[in-house]
Protein backbone atom coordinates (compact mmCIF):
# COMPACT_ATOMS: atom_id res chain seq x y z
CA UNK A 1 0.00 0.00 0.00
CA UNK A 2 1.40 3.65 -0.68
CA UNK A 3 1.72 4.86 3.08
CA UNK A 4 1.50 9.15 2.89
CA UNK A 5 2.35 9.06 7.10
CA UNK A 6 2.38 7.33 9.57
CA UNK A 7 1.73 7.31 13.80
CA UNK A 8 2.26 5.23 16.75
CA UNK A 9 -0.66 4.26 18.54
CA UNK A 10 -0.53 4.41 22.64
CA UNK A 11 0.54 0.39 22.51
CA UNK A 12 3.14 1.06 20.68
CA UNK A 13 1.76 0.10 17.01
CA UNK A 14 2.87 2.04 13.66
CA UNK A 15 -0.96 2.96 12.59
CA UNK A 16 -0.24 3.75 8.83
CA UNK A 17 -2.06 6.40 6.97
CA UNK A 18 -2.46 5.02 3.03
CA UNK A 19 -3.36 7.17 0.15
CA UNK A 20 -6.61 5.55 -0.39
CA UNK A 21 -7.84 6.06 2.64
CA UNK A 22 -7.01 9.12 2.89
CA UNK A 23 -8.88 9.66 -0.20
CA UNK A 24 -11.69 7.96 1.19
CA UNK A 25 -11.93 10.63 4.45
CA UNK A 26 -11.89 13.34 2.41
CA UNK A 27 -14.10 12.02 0.15
CA UNK A 28 -16.98 11.14 3.00
CA UNK A 29 -15.70 14.19 5.02
CA UNK A 30 -15.07 16.65 2.44
CA UNK A 31 -14.14 19.56 5.82
CA UNK A 32 -11.09 16.57 6.77
CA UNK A 33 -9.01 18.31 3.81
CA UNK A 34 -5.72 20.04 5.24
CA UNK A 35 -6.50 18.16 9.08
CA UNK A 36 -4.18 15.49 8.11
CA UNK A 37 -1.94 16.41 10.78
CA UNK A 38 -4.79 16.76 13.57
CA UNK A 39 -5.25 12.88 12.11
CA UNK A 40 -1.92 11.44 12.92
CA UNK A 41 -1.50 13.33 16.04
CA UNK A 42 -5.14 12.54 17.58
CA UNK A 43 -3.67 8.55 17.35
CA UNK A 44 -0.23 9.46 18.61
CA UNK A 45 -1.40 11.65 22.13
CA UNK A 46 -5.03 11.11 21.81
CA UNK A 47 -7.56 11.55 25.02
CA UNK A 48 -9.24 8.83 24.84
CA UNK A 49 -8.83 5.36 23.08
CA UNK A 50 -12.40 3.62 22.51
CA UNK A 51 -13.90 0.31 21.61
CA UNK A 52 -14.40 0.04 18.17
CA UNK A 53 -17.24 -2.70 16.58
CA UNK A 54 -15.20 -5.62 15.97
CA UNK A 55 -10.94 -4.92 17.02
CA UNK A 56 -11.11 -1.62 15.75
CA UNK A 57 -10.07 0.81 18.28
CA UNK A 58 -11.35 4.78 18.13
CA UNK A 59 -8.87 7.47 18.88
CA UNK A 60 -10.50 10.96 20.17
CA UNK A 61 -9.12 13.86 20.74
CA UNK A 62 -10.46 17.51 21.52
CA UNK A 63 -9.10 20.53 18.93
CA UNK A 64 -10.34 23.99 20.50
CA UNK A 65 -9.82 25.22 17.25
CA UNK A 66 -9.30 22.93 13.70
CA UNK A 67 -10.48 24.39 10.10
CA UNK A 68 -14.14 24.20 11.29
CA UNK A 69 -14.72 25.05 14.54
CA UNK A 70 -13.65 23.50 18.28
CA UNK A 71 -14.08 19.70 17.35
CA UNK A 72 -13.31 16.04 18.55
CA UNK A 73 -11.29 14.95 16.11
CA UNK A 74 -12.20 10.61 15.71
CA UNK A 75 -10.03 8.14 14.03
CA UNK A 76 -11.03 4.56 13.73
CA UNK A 77 -7.58 2.00 13.10
CA UNK A 78 -6.85 -1.20 13.73
CA UNK A 79 -3.85 -2.66 15.15
CA UNK A 80 -2.09 -5.72 14.39
CA UNK A 81 0.39 -6.72 12.30
CA UNK A 82 0.40 -3.64 10.06
CA UNK A 83 -1.94 -1.03 11.33
CA UNK A 84 -4.03 1.18 9.83
CA UNK A 85 -6.24 3.94 9.58
CA UNK A 86 -9.70 2.93 8.93
CA UNK A 87 -11.30 6.50 8.76
CA UNK A 88 -11.64 9.45 10.52
CA UNK A 89 -14.20 12.58 10.85
CA UNK A 90 -15.18 15.61 13.33
CA UNK A 91 -17.59 15.79 16.37
CA UNK A 92 -18.96 17.98 18.68
CA UNK A 93 -20.70 14.81 20.12
CA UNK A 94 -17.96 13.29 21.96
CA UNK A 95 -20.03 11.55 24.52
CA UNK A 96 -21.51 9.65 21.78
CA UNK A 97 -18.09 8.10 20.93
CA UNK A 98 -17.58 7.53 24.81
CA UNK A 99 -20.21 5.70 25.25
CA UNK A 100 -19.07 2.75 23.61
CA UNK A 101 -16.87 2.07 26.42
CA UNK A 102 -13.36 4.06 26.59
CA UNK A 103 -9.95 1.41 26.93
CA UNK A 104 -7.55 4.18 28.25
CA UNK A 105 -8.17 7.57 28.69
CA UNK A 106 -5.22 10.99 29.09
Do not use: C
Not at 8 to 37: C, E, F
Not at 74 to 79: D, G, N, Q, T
Not at 87 to 100: C, E, G, P, V, Y
Amino acid sequence: MNTIMAAISKNSVPIRLTYKQWVHIVDSHDYMAGNMDLVLESIDNPDYIVRGWTDELIALKHYDKTTISEKNVVVIYKEGNEGFIITAFMTSKQNTILKRGIIWEK
